[in-house]
C-alpha cells in the first residue's frame, strides 16, 4: 500500500507498507525486493523502516512524518520510536536491544542517554518507562483523585483498584511507582487502603447537616422507639 502517492513510476521511490500473505522475520534495515510470481520479474525493492507496525492508511500524516523520521534519523531517533510505542510497557536494555536488533553495549548507551536527557523514567535499576507516558499518568492521578472527591465528598479516600482502573489500569509496578513519585511531592496521601489528594478533607454539606439534626431530633424524642429510616428521609 503506497503512503504518499497513488502510484510509482519506474526509477521513483516512496514510503509503502508491506502486507504479506503468510507472517515473515525482519529486522530494522533489512532489504528486500518485491517479485511477481507468474511471468517471474522483480517489481522493486526497498528497505524495512518498520518491522512491526500498525495499519496505515494512505496520506496518513503521523505515520509518514514518523516513517521519514526513521529514514533519516539517528540510532537515537529509532529508540525514542520504539520507546514510544511501548507506551507504559516498562522495559529493559535487554528489550530495546532486541527491538531493534542492536548491540547490548550500543542499547546500554541509548538508554543512559535518553534517561539523562529526561526522555525515560527509570521506575527502579534497569527498569525504565517513557517519560511523556510517566508524566501522563501522574497527570491522571491527580485529576481522578480531584474528580472522586468532588462526587464523593463524604469518603476519606478514593480506593486503590478504583483509582487504577480510573486511570487505564497500568502495570502494578508503573502504578506503584506513580503513587511514589506523587506522595513524595506531597501531592497525595494513602488513606486507609486507598488515596487522597493533599489537603482534601471530608466535608459536611448542610443539608447533611440539617438532615443529621433532624435525625438526631428524632431519635431523642422517640426514646426507646426511634423513627424508621423510611420516616427520617420522608
Sequence with gaps: VLLEAEQLLPGEE?????????????ATGDHFVLRRYSPPYAIGGGVILDP?????????????????????????DHARDWIRSQALRV???????????????EAQQLVESLRESGAV??????????????DGLLQAIQEALAEYHAA????????LHHLQRTVGNPA???MQWALGVLKKGELIVAESGGWRSRGYEPRVEESQRALLRTVIAEAEAAAKAPPMQEQVLA
Design 52 to 76: 512491526r507496525p500498525t495499519r496505515h492508511r494512505r496520506r496518513e500524516e503521523g505515520a509518514i512524518e514518523r516513517l521519514l523520521t526513521l529514514e533519516s534519523g539517528t540510532s537515537a
Design 121 to 134: 523514567s527509570e521506575l527502579a535499576p534497569g527498569r525504565f518507562v517513557d517519560s511523556e507516558e510517566a
Design 14 to 26: 516512496g514510503l509503502a507498507q508491506l502486507r504479506l500473505e503468510a507472517p515473515a522475520v525482519a
Design 152 to 159: 464523593n465528598p463524604l469518603r476519606a479516600g478514593m480506593p
Design 172 to 174: 502494578p509496578e508503573v
Design 91 to 105: 522495559f529493559g536494555v535487554r528489550d530495546l536491544a532486541s527491538g531493534l536488533q542492536l548491540d547490548p553495549a
